[in-house]
Each structure stands twice: as structure tokens, then as C-alpha cells.
């Protein structure tokens, strides 16, 4: 999954796995107030979880501002941005990462790979050939 964050697009799983110790630390510290103990990686991990859980299935419309209804969601929302941009080597803090309008934010699905077919035919034969065979 992509976050996109005005014309940039960030590898979103990739940014969360390659976090550092360092950057971590200073998420905790800089997300950390108004009683709240700062986001870590299990609480970004869960709002990730819930935010998967509550994306729309079979078509079914979804409004992602539902998401966003919950404190911890919203923060956890900043920290992905936060950890995005710093994967890919931006010097910002949290509040600067995070200040930009919310209609230029959003996800996109990777592309998945499809398997082969296992029904197609193989077109590197002729029918009614028999395959050469190995000798010794």
C-alpha cells in the first residue's frame, strides 16, 4: 500500500518496517501530551490493522473521515506520514511532516501480481510433438 501525500507517493509498509530505533523514539516524544503517552509501533500497527478492517469490501462505499472520528486514528494517521517521509530521507519534524491540507492525503492499493493460469496452454510446443529428450 501507497500513502500519498500531496504528488509524492510513499511506500507505506516498507516505511513502517524499516523504522529505526531512533525514529521511533522521537515519534513517541514528539506525538506524547494532552494525556496521551505518544504513538509506538504496536498502537501504529493496530490503527493500520483497523484502518484495513474498515476499508470498503465487494464495492461497498466507505466514508474514510470514519476513520479519522477517533484520536488515536488521527494520530496514528500523522505517524505514518511522519515515518513515511522520513524513510525516504526527509529531515521534518511530526508537526511539520503532518501540515498540509487533508484533501491532499490519501492511499493507494499495490498492484497485485496475478498468478499464471494453470489452464492456459503452453505455446513453446507443437501439439502432436513429443518433447526432446535429454541423452547421455
Given at each position: 500500500m501507497k500513502?500519498?501525500?500531496?504528488?509524492?507517493k510513499y511506500p507505506?509498509?516498507?516505511?513502517?518496517?524499516g523504522a529505526t530505533l531512533r525514529n521511533l523514539y522521537t515519534l513517541k516524544l514528539q506525538t506524547k501530551g494532552d494525556g496521551h503517552p505518544g504513538i509506538g509501533i504496536k498502537?501504529?500497527?493496530d490503527a493500520f490493522q483497523r484502518m484495513q478492517?474498515?476499508?470498503?469490501k465487494n464495492g461497498a462505499?466507505?466514508?474514510?473521515?470514519d476513520f479519522l472520528e477517533d484520536a488515536e486514528n488521527l494520530l496514528a494517521l500523522q505517524?505514518?506520514?511522519w515515518l513515511c517521509k522520513r524513510h525516504a530521507g526527509e529531515s521534518v519534524t511530526v508537526a511539520e511532516a503532518n501540515d498540509f491540507p487533508l484533501s491532499k492525503i490519501g492511499f493507494e492499493a499495490d498492484e497485485e501480481v496475478a498468478a499464471e493460469d494453470p489452464t492456459v496452454a503452453r505455446t513453446?510446443?507443437?501439439p502432436g510433438d513429443e518433447p526432446a529428450r535429454a541423452t547421455s
Open positions: 500513502l500519498i501525500v500531496g504528488d509524492k507505506l509498509q516498507e516505511a513502517i518496517q498502537s501504529l500497527r478492517d474498515n476499508a470498503p462505499a466507505a466514508d474514510p473521515l505517524a505514518m506520514v513453446d510446443t507443437v
